[in-house]
């Protein structure tokens, strides 16, 4: 199938944790064009998978050996629907020896758009234990999630062509449009509770 001038394409990453069970995060872009033109699946797939490589990569030795990224699917916005475009699966190899944080603790990225009120949020799951220190995440996992924050929110070229560029962002239900982030992200300085987030919020 393939995507065009301004067509959103998003990717529902999975998450498995051995004894907590899994986790998502919806990724999603803009696809803007010099000239419109069709970008073929395995070049969406590509630059997919490269993005999301380079959002995981600062984690991996924060995150513990039990957490794994498995599967992914890859939709493409036609209309009302999101239609399965691909799957990836990111390379992601954590490191992390010591135990996870209890079931639903997780580490929070938010980014911002141009609209009030509508961001993205980003839930990490399966951090260690030893991320955290007094309550607080520690130094080298703030940063860690700070570099995490850039390569989600800041735009980039496709690999084989560089007519195409991809602009992060989000779907609005508020606008009922997608609304690329400002180059801003805020980080939550200790552990968020995943459970407590609303329904259709933050993955």
Same mark, same amino acid.
């Given at each position: 199938m393939g995507a065009t001038h301004n067509d959103i394409v998003k990717v529902d990453l999975k998450w498995s944790v051995t004894g907590i069970g899994f986790a998502a995060n919806i990724f999603q872009a803009k696809l803007l064009q010099d000239s419109?033109?069709?970008?073929?699946? !395995?070049?969406i797939h590509d630059d997919?998978?490269? #993005?999301?490589?380079?959002? /995981?990569?600062? *984690? +991996?030795?924060?995150?513990?050996?039990?957490c794994d990224v498995i599967t992914s699917?890859?939709?493409?916005?036609?209309?009302?629907?999101?239609?399965?475009?691909?799957?990836?699966?990111?390379?992601f190899t954590s490191t992390n020896m010591t135990d996870p944080l209890p079931s639903g603790v997780a580490a929070l990225v938010t980014a911002y758009t141009y609209v009030s009120k509508v961001m993205g949020k980003k839930y990490i799951?399966?951090? !260690?234990?030893?991320?955290?220190?007094?309550?607080? #995440?520690?130094?080298?996992? /703030?940063?860690? *999630? +700070?570099d995490m924050a850039v390569e989600w929110i800041t735009g980039f070229d496709s690999?084989?062509?560089p007519?195409?560029?991809?602009?992060?962002?989000?779907?609005?239900?508020?606008?009922?449009?997608?609304?690329?982030?400002?180059?801003a992200a805020a980080i939550s300085d200790i552990p968020s509770y995943q459970r407590r987030r609303k329904e259709g919020v933050g993955v």
């Open positions: 419109p033109h069709v970008l073929s699946t !395995a070049e997919m998978d490269d #993005w999301l490589e380079r959002i /995981l990569d600062p *984690l +991996a030795p924060y995150v513990v050996v039990s699917p890859v939709y493409v916005k036609q209309g009302a629907l999101w239609n399965l475009e691909t799957t990836i699966l990111p390379a799951p399966g951090l !260690a234990d030893d991320a955290v220190l007094a309550g607080a #995440w520690v130094a080298n996992v /703030l940063s860690a *999630l +700070a690999l084989a062509d007519t195409s560029h991809w602009w992060p962002g989000v779907w609005s239900l508020k606008t009922v449009s997608f609304q690329s982030f400002q180059s």
